[in-house]
């Protein structure tokens, strides 16, 4: 691997997570700040945040929001952050929350937590739970904590937990 700084080289997304765990106030708002700083077209800094703390009612609406199979692990996430955008410019939006989310992600790592982003969940259902403002769109849940024993998890997670990670190489990245 060329020179990649530690962040993102040790980052990965786990579903074993510390059930016992739970995120300090202080650890959350520098998460939500290190999203605050992305990058964003002309500043408009489009992304909307919700924060659900293990067993509060947001967490409870985002987790039974998740499909079955991530609620086995995802409920032993310290946190879940619903990630939404709003805006004129719905693509545009998207991407700089994604730039948001990452910011977000990095900062975590840096924390010792783990991310891991959820993009299959009932976006209209937690829109509803949640009252949204219909201008605002749910993109992605990320559960959020410390690692814990990939030996609770069923066996099949198991197995992809604890696998070699595995990526693409550049060169398969880089269009002709």
Partial sequence: MSDLHPLLAFRWSPRAFDPQDRLAGQEVDSL??????????????????????????????????LPDDDQRWARHASALLLAAHRGDDPERAAYDLGQAVAHLTVQATALGLHVRQLARFDRDGIAAELD????????VVAAVGRLGDPHALPAELFRRETGLRRRRPVADLLLA
């Avoid at 293990?54 to 039974?64: G, I, M, S």
């Avoid at 949204?132 to 993109?139: E, G, I, M």
């Fill in 32 to 65: 939500l700040e290190a999203a605050r700083w992305a990058p964003s077209a002309e500043n408009a800094q489009p992304w909307r945040f919700a924060v659900g703390h293990r067993q509060d009612e947001t967490w409870k609406r985002l987790l039974v929001a």
């Fill in 132 to 139: 949204l403002p219909t201008d605002v769109r749910p993109a």
